[in-house]
């Protein structure tokens, strides 16, 4: 398996739909982690958990996954000595609960799910964690309740705040102080409480500055008459900062305890995460659990690209019993690729554990390895061609390949000269069918479907085409070969039957036809139709409005008609030429502009004219403007 066949087949992008039914990031991770396996019994295991997860989805009303957040950075801080904060302990604690709440859940789910629900045995509870944090913890911060002590210690606090409040309603309602007040209230400043001082009375008021308003003209004051109180507050506070910090170290000695046990709780709810969320995927997307083998065998009923959406043509398609190697024809845009990248999604899908879109009895091989070569691989940094870049893919999957592998090929050999394409493809494709691999091919090569008829182990296919309408049917037909269609369709495209008549004859044998057109006669006749197109061309005059055939828009005829036929055009205050064939009259002239108007005035700006009469004139100030600009343009 290699990132290039994930990238050219979606496979990241089915994780992402996948990923959207997760409840936390810890199901999501595990799904980005997720790669195909070639082992056959993890494969297995993987798909027989999707069964019992759809089995639990269709018995139960809910799946209690709340709570199960990722709680991995708060672990991490435990496991380095670091204390938790109140809001770190509660998710603690709601990750615990949703693990005993989960726990439950599943052991009932025995009978129908005895793989999933035997998981749940190795879920550790911790119910006396929970307790602990949930007595001290109340509103994300630690609770009175929590010690004897910390009751204390802010019973004491609230009455040392009540003093210092009293003492400054006294202060604030005295006659003495009225001059000096800003404003009647009660304020705090680095947690100590201060009322505001008019600025100009600062040093009249006994206490401590302790901030200044933006504008300066308030000064926030801790009167003298509550600093005895206010040390007593700072002492206090000290303390119960120095309790609190106790009592969040005991609870998270707590959980360093458990630490193994939480950080096994973690993996278990992240397996039950992304297999639910595989699940609600299979169920919202019509999917099943396929058959699987590990002997190349693949039968897709009625499959559907995942990513596709609206209305998909179901595909059928089979290989590894009878042959090994299927060529696909049929027309452009007929859905040979897309038939290539719905095989390929879909093993790639079964080896990751997911159910696949597609029909009961489907059965999907398991590979130790999968290549993709689709698409243009043109590089323009390495100067690779088209199809030098395909062979150099080819090579790089043919050092790779072993006989448990399945080789998707779009268009193999084509971007080459065809003859030698096409006998390039099919040694290339029988080296891959002598190597063990399974392989899916195609191809618009007359000689590949040859050679694919007459091997033994090889098979043609081929997408259905309506001929009546030119569509694709998307439709893949096993045993039969299809044309590309390309002289059909080209006949209802409207090209002449006697190019026809000859492409078919070039088909069969080379006589190819060089008889030339007299050039003489070719070169009068172009120049007759020249003469009569410019017979009837328009007489276009200067100060015209025209219509721009290529700008949808309208321009001032500026310079008639020169050799070449262009004509000079003002159009959004440029000059362009324009060809007359490409022009269209409008507006004459003279019947926009009165008798002996200045025309030339359309094509000068306003201020141009004024600079010119302000020189003529012998204006300074226009004179020193124009050698300021030849100055500036050296």
């Not at 590309?484 to 006697?498: R, W």
């Not at 362009?576 to 094509?603: G, H, M, Q, T």
């Amino acid at each position: 398996m290699n990132l290039d066949t994930f990238e050219k087949l979606q496979l990241e992008e089915v994780k992402e739909l996948i990923k959207e039914h997760c409840v936390s990031s810890l199901g999501k991770m595990l799904i980005d982690k997720l790669q195909p396996s070639g082992n056959y019994s993890v494969v297995r295991r993987k798909l027989e958990e999707n069964k019992e997860a759809r089995q639990v989805l269709e018995n139960s009303n809910h799946i209690p996954l709340e709570g199960l957040f990722n709680i991995n950075s708060v672990i991490d801080k435990v496991e380095k000595g670091m204390i938790l904060e109140p809001v770190e302990l509660i998710a603690c604690e709601d990750f615990l609960r949703g693990c005993r709440k989960i726990k439950k859940f599943m052991i009932d789910k025995e009978f129908y799910a005895p793989t999933l629900s035997s998981y749940a045995l190795n879920i550790t509870e911790c119910e006396d964690i929970e307790e602990e944090i949930n007595f001290s913890i109340k509103n994300n911060k630690v609770s009175s309740d929590a010690s004897k002590e910390l009751k204390k210690i802010r019973r004491n606090i609230d009455i040392c705040e009540g003093r210092i409040k009293e003492k400054l309603n006294k202060f604030l309602t005295s006659s003495t102080n009225k001059k000096y007040i800003q404003e009647f209230i009660i304020s705090k400043r680095d947690d100590r409480f201060v009322v505001p001082i008019k600025s100009s009375f600062k040093n009249e008021v006994q206490g401590v500055i302790l901030d200044t308003s933006s504008k300066g003209s308030t000064v926030f004051i801790e009167p003298q008459s509550i600093s005895k109180y206010s040390l007593e507050l700072i002492s206090l506070k000290s303390e119960e900062s120095i309790e609190e910090y106790k009592i969040l170290s005991y609870l998270t000695e707590l959980i360093y305890d458990k630490i193994k046990e939480i950080n096994l709780n973690m993996e278990i709810v992240s397996q039950y995460d992304m297999v639910f969320a595989k699940s609600k995927f299979s169920q919202n997307n019509n999917c099943i659990t396929p058959e699987i083998n590990n002997h190349g065998y693949t039968k897709i009923i009625k499959g559907k690209h995942p990513l596709l959406k609206g209305s998909v043509v179901p595909l059928d398609f089979e290989i590894g019993d009878k042959y090994r190697s299927l060529i696909i024809t049929g027309p452009n845009a007929g859905g040979k690729t897309v038939t290539l990248k719905t095989v390929g999604l879909l093993t790639l899908m079964t080896q990751c554990g997911f159910d696949i879109p597609a029909m009961e009895n489907s059965e999907i091989a398991i590979f130790e390895k999968i290549f993709v070569d689709i698409g243009d691989n043109q590089s323009i940094e390495n100067a690779l061609s088209t199809f030098s870049s395909h062979i150099k893919n080819i090579a790089e999957i043919m050092r790779e390949a072993n006989k448990n592998t399945l080789v998707l090929f779009d268009e193999i050999g084509s971007g080459t000269d065809p003859n030698e394409g096409a006998s390039l493809a099919i040694a290339l494709l029988e080296e891959f069918y002598q190597m063990g691999c399974i392989t899916i091919a195609s191809t618009h090569y007359e000689e590949i479907k040859h050679f694919a008829n007459k091997h033994p182990h090889f098979e043609n296919a081929g997408m259905m085409f309506d001929k009546e309408t030119l569509e694709p049917l998307y439709k893949l037909t096993i045993g039969k070969s299809e044309d590309s269609n390309a002289l059909f369709i080209s006949k209802k495209m409207g090209v002449k039957e006697s190019v026809l008549r000859k492409a078919r004859a070039y088909m069969d044998e080379k006589n190819y036809d060089f008889t030339l057109v007299n050039e003489s006669k070719i070169y009068q006749k172009t120049i007759e139709q020249e003469k009569s197109s410019i017979i009837n061309f328009v007489d276009f005059k200067v100060g015209d409005k025209v219509e721009l055939l290529d700008f949808n828009d309208f321009g001032i005829v500026h310079k008639p008609m020169d050799k070449l036929n262009n004509l000079e055009i003002l159009y959004k205050d440029k000059f362009i030429n324009v060809n007359v064939r490409r022009l269209k009259l409008k507006v004459k002239a003279k019947d926009l502009y009165p008798e002996n108007y200045d025309l030339e005035s359309l094509f000068v700006s306003f201020k141009k004219r004024k600079l010119e009469k302000d020189l003529q004139r012998g204006s300074k100030k226009a004179l020193k403007k124009i050698q300021k600009e030849i100055k500036n343009n050296r």
